[in-house]
């Protein structure tokens, strides 16, 4: 028996309430049985969990009671300062709400965990937008927080890649995502759930309409499944390249990861100078273009006949615009 998964479970019931065994278990990665065995032991040693019988039912604590928080090692000590980093708390305008949170958790601590948090506060620092790209102006992005969190529905115009370039749209905010230094907005609109990227709002305006989220909507669970349709939808095409050496090792630099996995999965020599042939995802002739042109003179592509003409068109302009025959 661990004391550690019996402080997680009786932490969990007071965070999240009424819950049933099979949610207690696949929650701390138990067993079912094993769920029932510490929720008895809860109750063996004082702590008054009780449980509710029939559909919906389940296990809770007693209204009203109340654990301190105790029993944290050194390592959730120092995870503790991984929580609501300054940077992305900056951004959802909670940065002195954080600030005085993670205050008042030190204060908690005993001396010895205390130290080992500061210590780790010290010694990292997030900075999540990508290299060579300024962070996004996104003024809105407080107002989405104080929607997500209200359930409030907003009206928004929005900018996007495709005609019509602004529209107009009445959201009704689910969660807040950081990608890459990027924030995105999971809201629904009049018929389904979209993604929304917050640096592409025009306006916002918070309507008087209130909206609940639909019962069990998990946003980890919704991005990741937006992610791979965005994965899907994105590449529609394929094309057979060779690449030097010195191209090889250029490709993570240039291209996103799952062309360089392809490259590392379905890559054959060709003669005896390193070079490689391999088949790559492709969004479209431009897109492929533009982005194989950054390897110069270590890529070739040998189909299809459509993107090796344009590569070839491309490097005729440019050999005109230099003054070369």
């Known amino acids: 028996m661990s004391a550690g998964r019996l402080l997680s479970l009786l932490l969990l019931?007071?965070?999240?309430?009424?819950?049933?065994?099979?949610?207690?278990?696949?929650?701390l990665g138990i067993s079912v049985r094993?769920?029932?065995?510490?929720?008895?032991?809860?109750?063996?040693?004082?702590?008054?969990?009780?449980?509710?019988?029939?559909?919906?039912?389940?296990?809770?604590?007693?209204?009203?009671?109340r654990t301190r928080l105790t029993g944290m090692s050194e390592g959730e000590a120092r995870a503790l300062f991984f929580a609501g980093l300054p940077g992305p708390a900056a951004d959802l305008g909670l940065a002195a709400e954080v600030t005085a949170a993670r205050l008042k958790l030190l204060a908690a601590l005993p001396t010895g965990l205390r130290e080992?948090?500061?210590?780790?506060?010290?010694?990292?620092?997030?900075?999540a937008p990508g290299w060579y790209?300024?962070?996004?102006?996104?003024?809105?992005?407080?107002?989405?927080v104080d929607a997500v969190l209200t359930r409030r529905a907003v009206d928004v115009r929005y900018r996007r890649w495709r005609a019509p370039h602004e529209v107009n749209r009445r959201l009704r905010?689910?969660?807040?995502?950081l990608k890459s230094g990027i924030w995105y907005l999971a809201a629904a609109g009049k018929s389904r759930i979209a993604t929304y990227r917050v640096a592409q709002v025009v306006d916002a305006v918070v309507s008087d309409e209130r909206f609940d989220r639909p019962q069990g909507f998990d946003l980890g669970a919704y991005w990741t499944s937006y992610l791979d349709d965005f994965q899907a939808r994105r590449y529609t095409g394929t094309a057979t390249?060779?690449?030097?050496?010195?191209?090889?090792?250029r490709l993570p630099d240039n291209v996103p990861p799952e062309v360089v996995r392809a490259v590392d999965s379905t890559a054959t020599a060709v003669g005896d100078d390193g070079w490689i042939e391999a088949v790559i995802p492709t969004e479209s002739t431009d897109h492929a273009c533009g982005e194989l042109l950054?390897?110069?003179?270590?890529?070739?592509?040998?189909?299809?006949?459509?993107?090796r003409q344009a590569m070839a068109a491309t490097v005729g302009v440019l050999a005109q615009a230099y003054g070369l025959p």
């Open 294 to 307: 950054r390897l110069g003179i270590d890529v070739e592509v040998v189909a299809p006949a459509e993107l």
């Open 34 to 65: 094993t769920a029932y065995r510490d929720l008895a032991r809860l109750q063996t040693a004082g702590v008054p969990v009780y449980a509710e019988p029939g559909r919906g039912g389940g296990y809770q604590l007693l209204d009203g009671y």
């Open 241 to 249: 390249v060779r690449l030097s050496p010195r191209g090889r090792r």
């Open 133 to 144: 790209r300024e962070p996004e102006p996104t003024p809105h992005l407080p107002l989405f």
């Open 173 to 177: 905010p689910y969660g807040l995502v």
């Open 116 to 127: 080992e948090a500061a210590r780790t506060a010290a010694v990292f620092h997030l900075d």
């Open 13 to 27: 019931l007071q965070s999240r309430g009424r819950m049933s065994a099979r949610q207690i278990a696949d929650e």
